[in-house]
């Protein structure tokens, strides 16, 4: 067999996890592909035995980001996939939602899960993840991965499914989180710490930070992936004007960062 993994990760999350399959095929001799959603210019299928789709989680649902590269994918003509979601929580509509689309797409869905990490926006909503926790969650992670890739190589299928009530309250969750954002860009600040080193700028997958007045200013495209907050290495990006502890140093690493 041979596969791909299609990805979004603002800080390092759901790349991480993208990887952990990846070595779990390699084990089975199994390639396997890695690609991120912000650098797909050509989506191509074919010549591929499966897809895999990763996501993050925002307000119960994937990003807007996720679901337009969702809608670009080519029909599928019975091809396997696997989706999962990577949030703080235990469970989430995301992957729901996605397998969804993907099986009107005629996609055969075999694996449909959710895989808990650490909460990037933890100073949002929730609360600030300890290390031992953050360490606990990748623990159980990597063990649910190797078991549900075991399963996908048997083909057997592996699906974790929320209620049809959780589905549409959040796709409701998302569409509100969306129209919303505009306003929550208007809370992200830089101070005088910014050193304009150009990081977050380059690195921003809606391109909504310029520099304006010695430092970074943020503007209306923000999709609050918090992908600058986490990657600034000198903390000087504000949410409300608090400083935010930076919980995804270790998983930043993951990245490809420009």
Not at 79 to 85: D, G, L, P, R
Not at 93 to 115: H, N
Not at 128 to 147: D, F, G, H, M
Not at 211 to 219: I, K, L, P, Q, R
Request: net charge positive; proline share 3%.
């Amino acid at each position: 067999m041979k596969g791909i993994i299609y990805y979004f990760s603002a800080t390092g999350n759901t790349k991480w996890a993208a990887n952990k399959f990846k070595d779990n095929f390699k084990k089975e001799d199994i390639v396997v592909e890695v690609k991120s959603m912000e650098k797909a210019d050509n989506i191509d299928i074919a010549g591929y035995d499966f897809i895999v789709i990763g996501t993050p989680v925002h307000a119960e649902a994937a990003p807007k980001f996720v679901m337009d590269f969702i809608d670009k994918l080519p029909e599928g003509q019975g091809i396997k996939a696997i989706v999962y979601s990577t949030q703080g929580a235990n469970s989430a509509a995301a992957a729901d939602i996605i397998s969804d689309v993907l099986e009107k797409k005629g996609y055969t869905i075999m694996v449909q899960t959710y895989i808990k990490i650490s909460n990037n926006y933890y100073f949002g909503v929730g609360k600030e993840p300890t290390l031992e926790k953050i360490t606990k969650n990748l623990s159980e992670a990597e063990k649910k991965i190797s078991r549900v890739t075991s399963e996908f190589i048997k083909g057997n299928q592996y699906k974790n499914c929320v209620s049809l009530i959780r589905i549409a309250m959040g796709k409701i969750s998302g569409k509100s989180f969306n129209r919303y954002l505009p306003k929550i860009s208007t809370k992200l600040t830089s101070t005088d710490e910014c050193t304009k080193c150009g990081l977050c700028l380059r690195n921003c997958p809606h391109k909504n930070i310029t520099f304006e007045n010695g430092h970074a200013v943020f503007h209306t495209y923000c999709m609050m992936c918090t992908r600058c907050i986490h990657i600034c290495p000198k903390n000087a990006i504000r949410y409300k004007g608090k400083k935010i502890k930076q919980t995804q140093k270790s998983m930043i690493k993951a990245l490809n960062l420009r």
